[in-house]
Structures are given as C-alpha cells and as structure tokens.
C-alpha cells in the first residue's frame, strides 16, 4: 500500500511504501509499477542512479536535463538525512521559480516523485549519506544543466552554512534563474 502527500507545487508527491516490521526489521514495497501507476506515475524508469555523499553540508544540484531527455525521478535516501528540492522550471506554470522541500530519510522512508520540468537537488543533513534514485530518460550529458542551488529569486531555505557547503564545480558555477530563458516550453515535458 502507498499513501500520497502533495507538497505546495501539487505536481510534486511524497510516497511513502507500507513497512512490514517483525522482530528482524522491516521489509518494504519500494516500488511498483501497477501501484505508482495507480496513483498517477505511469512511466517508465530506465535508469537507476545512487548517490553517496561522505559529509554533512553537501549540495548537490540544482540539475536537471533539457529536452526531449527531460528526467522524471523517484527520489530516496537508503542511509542518513537529506533535504530533498524541487524547483519549478516549466514556463507558463502557475509554480514557475517556486520550490518545494522535504526531508527524506532512511528511518522515514519517504520518497519524493519529481516530474520531468523541474530542478531537483538535495542538501545532506548528516555524514555518509546514500541517495537512490530512479529516472525516467537515460543520461544526457549534452542535455544536462544545472541551476544555481542559491539563487536569491528562488529563496531556497538550504540548512548548511553557506560559507562552508560542500559543492561541485559544476554547482559552485551554476547560471540563475533569470539567465535561464524558456527550458521547459509548455509541451516539453
């Protein structure tokens, strides 16, 4: 059984699986096809992707990848705390440049669905996290972009010290949003 919570862009869910607990732990139905299907996410995953981030205070993102390989994701944390984000990037949204955060966890269980038009990017909250995560389009690299994890015009409420976030280059460069121009044209995604 899965239940659904909309955040404040409806578009973006949090799924959270039953968990089975007896005396040895827990077993959990992560995903399937048949059950996301039936709560609105019909689509096919063709790649599985997994993160591991040593540190507490790493950003990762805000990425995304242009058209036609635009990446749908089902997002969750196996080991530690992060702060899970998605930003608004399809033009003529009634969201467009809004986000929308939670935090995902190995004791939670939560994942987080993030449709295709959106940046997504996460903050690690505690040391020696490991995020999995399915996408719905291959890798792209001449279709991948990134977002600027600390735009002033996206007010993203990160809970690291600026001064000391652990970025990649890629990140630490990242265009903002008003530099972006049309990514995600009404159709594209």
């Known amino acids: 059984m899965l239940t659904v919570e909309r955040l404040s862009i409806p578009d973006v869910l949090l799924v959270r699986a039953e968990r089975y607990e007896d005396a040895r732990g827990y077993l959990s139905e992560v995903y399937s096809r048949a059950r996301f299907a039936a709560i609105g996410i019909d689509l096919e995953f063709v790649q599985d992707n997994q993160s591991f981030s040593a540190e507490r205070g790493v950003v990762r993102g805000l990425h995304y990848q242009l058209p036609p390989h635009a990446q749908g994701k089902l997002v969750r944390a196996v080991a530690g705390r992060i702060l ?106």
């Open 84 to 189: 899970d984000v998605a930003v608004d990037l399809r033009l003529g949204s009634p969201t467009y440049g809004e986000y929308c955060a939670a935090e995902l966890s190995a004791e939670n269980g939560v994942q987080m669905w993030v449709p295709p038009g959106f940046a997504h990017g996460f903050a690690t909250l505690t040391p020696a996290c490991e995020v999995l995560y399915k996408v719905t389009s291959a890798y792209a690299p001449g279709s991948e972009r990134a977002l600027a994890w600390n735009d002033p015009a996206l007010g993203i409420d990160w809970p690291v010290d600026p001064h000391a976030v652990i970025l990649s280059e890629k990140d630490r460069t990242a265009p903002h949003l008003g530099a972006l121009g049309p990514v995600f044209p009404p159709g594209s995604y």
